[in-house]
């Protein structure tokens, strides 16, 4: 490095990852020049709001720019050059070629910048399916923001009721909740079986139905094959099963891939997930140039493996640790990531971290499962707000691998407990002896997180063990201690009904031979009779687990 010159620290792109490392740059290294190139018009904007600026929730646009080229300037002294595309990396000489298109149209001009720390943080780009190469007049992406101002003034300027939406993922049904409060006619069309594939098949399912009761036609494991147009517009969708959606509006959300053209035409290694290599410190297999953001691939907390990871806390903390290292040459390794994520839709939040039944059978990782159904806080304390809590964890030691939630109020908090957690390798045992703010306004006494940690000892113990809620009860010995009513309401067919306020008197009419799975609503009463029938001699009991709540849902999923 020549040291007539402080160190030059150059930023392709901004948003998260790019302004996260630009600012802990400076905070390291007061006399380093550091320079963001920004081919869009926005360096630094709030990505995850676009949704709610479409649907009026943010009324202010300018809300959504989190920092100007300006305040980068008089705040941190970082030159931000917007609409400068960086076009090509010359590892040699440390240096990348420029192109400046001004946004008034004149001619563009090239130039050469040298650099001695280059981070990138190229992001991703929305997937474009077949059926949109060419995007109709009223097709959008929901990922800029231009993006956003393209539809929005399509909205404004058009008459529409009736929009579609392609791809359930979060910006997905993001969209969806968005477009209803506009007061549009809204179908989802998602390709896999279920929406939010980060879920489990029946959480995702909770999530599809309450879509469906606010009047969103949800149709999963539907592809779209075609989009038919008039005047340029697209008016119907046409799907692989034949079925034909009209619309006046089009969202494709159908997913997003890194960014790494600029990384592989450097020659810098590519990951078999397609994201950037880079080590712990954000380096990439040039240590002089890093990558960050949704462009890179992750070490996964769990498995240890490479993945993507398009989020937007991985890219706040590969930033910060890549402008730190870059800066003074040092820094925190970036440690591995779980994927804690979070999503409203209408009236139920979802949120999911570390691992689910598919990724942990992937992986040929043994596990268990333990759901329970809990109440944001003290149920004698109004307004208190149902969800189902999902552990996921190893049968051997408890670890956890992995937590999901749906629910109203407080599924936040319970994701973050278990995220954080597994962080520090933590088990379920380590959950049950966690010491919990409580007051009845905001929690219980025993917290969610300390019952489905309990629930999970107790199968981990077999006292009782837990079967999954779309266990085959074929051949089984089946009691259900619900009351009548709520039996009439979620018939069992073939269950022997004893209420649980009779079960001391009458378990004696059970088979102790016979193996055993005790139901009920939730399963906190089953697990009072299977304990009961355990501790009398019966050799095989179970606890259905998450009860006949959640045992619906999986029926559900079968018809």
């Not at 904007?45 to 100007?68: M, Q, S």
């Not at 917007?82 to 192109?99: F, Y």
């Not at 539809?151 to 058009?158: R, S, V």
């Not at 219980?444 to 489905?452: E, F, V, W």
Request: glycine share 10%.
């Amino acid at each position: 490095m020549d040291s007539n010159h402080p160190l030059r620290i150059v930023i392709v792109g901004g948003v998260a990852g790019g302004a996260s490392a630009a600012t802990r740059a400076r905070r390291v290294n007061a006399d380093a020049e550091i320079t963001i190139f920004e081919k869009g018009p926005a360096v630094s904007f709030a990505n995850c709001g676009l949704p709610y600026h479409v649907g009026g929730e943010i009324a202010d646009r300018a809300k959504l720019l989190v920092a100007t080229p300006e305040l980068f300037w008089k705040r941190f002294r970082i030159a931000v050059k917007t609409h400068h595309e960086v076009v090509a990396i010359d590892r040699v000489t440390r240096s990348i070629r420029v192109v400046s298109r001004s946004a008034d149209g004149e001619a563009p001009s090239e130039s050469i910048i040298p650099y001695d720390r280059l981070i990138l943080a190229t992001g991703a780009e929305p997937v474009r399916p077949p059926f949109a190469r060419e995007m109709p007049k009223n097709a959008f992406h929901l990922w800029t923001l231009s993006d956003m101002d393209h539809l929005m003034a399509y909205i404004e300027a058009h008459p529409v009721k009736r929009a579609l939406v392609i791809g359930a993922g979060f910006v997905g049904v993001e969209v969806v909740e968005q477009f209803h409060r506009r007061g549009l006619h809204v179908d989802l069309v998602e390709r896999n079986p279920q929406v939010l594939t980060r879920l489990d098949p029946i959480f995702a399912k909770m999530v599809s139905q309450h879509m469906e009761s606010k009047g969103v036609r949800v149709l999963t494991g539907e592809s779209v094959s075609s989009l038919e147009t008039s005047d340029g517009k697209a008016t119907v969708a046409v799907l692989e099963s034949g079925k034909r959606v009209e619309t006046d509006l089009v969202v494709i959300g159908a997913g997003v891939r890194p960014r790494t053209s600029l990384a592989a035409g450097a020659e810098l290694a590519i990951g078999p997930m397609g994201g950037i290599v880079v080590n712990d410190f954000m380096q990439t297999s040039d240590p002089s140039i890093y990558a960050v953001g949704d462009a890179v691939e992750y070490t996964h907390a769990v498995t240890g493996t490479k993945g993507l990871n398009p989020l937007a806390g991985p890219a706040n903390r590969s930033g910060r640790i890549a402008g730190e290292h870059a800066g003074r040459g040092s820094s925190q390794p970036m440690g591995g990531v779980l994927g804690t994520s979070i999503v409203r839709v209408f009236d139920l939040t979802a949120a999911s971290t570390g691992l689910n039944e598919k990724q942990l059978t992937k992986s040929q990782t043994p596990f268990r499962t333990a759901i329970v159904q809990a109440a944001s806080h003290a149920n004698y304390f109004p307004g208190a707000q149902s969800m189902q809590l999902k552990l996921l964890y190893a049968p051997n030691d408890g670890r956890i691998l992995g937590g999901q939630a749906v629910g109203g109020e407080g599924v936040d908090k319970r994701i973050d407990v278990v995220a954080t957690a597994m962080a520090f390798q933590g088990t379920v045992y380590d959950l049950a002896r966690l010491d919990l703010a409580y007051a009845p306004p905001y929690g219980s006494a025993k917290d969610p997180i300390h019952m489905a940690a309990f629930t999970a000892i107790n199968d981990l113990s077999q006292l009782p063990k837990l079967v999954n809620p779309d266990v085959d009860l074929d051949g089984l010995q089946v009691i259900d201690v619900r009351t009548e009513r709520e039996r009439q309401q979620l018939p069992l067919p073939g269950a022997i009904a004893i209420e649980i306020d009779a079960f001391a008197e009458r378990w004696q009419e059970l088979d102790p031979m016979l193996p055993t799975v005790v139901v009920c609503h939730s399963g906190k009463r089953a697990h009072i009779g299977a304990s009961w029938l355990a501790s009398k001699g019966f050799r095989d009991v179970s606890n259905l687990t998450g009860g006949m709540s959640v045992r619906s849902v999986a029926m559900a999923l079968r018809s």
